[in-house]
């Protein structure tokens, strides 16, 4: 039987630590594949796992703080049928895996070996746009969701209220809401640094550097 990379780490998931349980949803996958061969979408399908691109789209979608994308995934989740809680928990494995990324660095292979190399390679360049202050704090902010979730009469209200808290860390006055607008707004100057400088137009004259201000 053929399996696709990153297959056998979500049966282990799914077993819960039983090996007995983890055989039997391998079975399950087997007798559901063509050809003898298990597919890494047929499994996320299978298991009820949330699609690797759906996590990349709204871990870029934090990064860039497009709010529109981010509530479009929680759109595309609810209409395709996928568990909402299910998803969130996906959501914080995804997070904590980009903290260790951006902690270990090229070592982070050794660590999270069940992904994939592609996968890792994208989120090496997806860790480049948080700061790590910022990566506590959506973790943070998105484990406190889950917790308030369970037993919720809406959970697409709470998926949706939990998400927006993360684009906005500007309205939490916790130490790691604190920390996560600081990160941000490093990043914003360190990008507003590197902007080209307009050339003046014809006719106007050089601007010149500004004068140092007194003490």
């Not at 360049?125 to 704090?137: C, H, W």
């Not at 406190?144 to 959970?155: C, D, I, K, Q, Y």
């Not at 990160?183 to 004259?205: F, H, I, K, S, Y």
Request: aromatic share 4%; hydrophobic share 45%; charged share 25%.
């Amino acid at each position: 039987v053929k399996i696709d990379e990153g297959v056998l780490s979500l049966v282990v998931r799914s077993g819960g630590g039983s090996v007995r349980d983890s055989l039997s949803l391998l079975d399950q996958l087997i007798a559901g594949s063509d050809k003898n061969h298990v597919t890494y979408e047929r499994a996320i399908g299978l298991l009820g796992y949330t699609d690797a691109a759906l996590l990349d789209s709204v871990i870029d979608a934090f990064g860039l703080g497009d709010a529109a994308e981010v509530f479009a995934s929680v759109d595309r989740v609810i209409q395709s049928g996928q568990d909402p809680h299910r998803f969130v928990e996906d959501l914080l494995e995804r997070i904590r895996d980009l903290i260790v990324v951006g902690s270990v660095g090229l070592a982070a292979k050794n660590v999270l070996r069940d992904i994939p190399q592609d996968q890792l390679d994208r989120m090496r360049l997806q860790v480049e746009r948080f700061g790590k202050a910022e990566l506590n704090y959506a973790a943070e902010v998105i484990a406190e969701g889950l917790t308030r979730m369970n037993g919720a009469t809406s959970p697409k209200l709470q998926l949706e209220l939990m998400l927006a808290k993360v684009l906005v860390p500007a309205q939490d006055t916790s130490e790691t809401g604190s920390l996560a607008r600081i990160d941000r707004l490093e990043r914003r100057m360190g990008l507003a640094g590197n902007a080209p400088v307009a050339a003046p137009a014809a006719g106007q004259p050089q601007a010149t550097a500004p004068q140092a201000a007194a003490p």
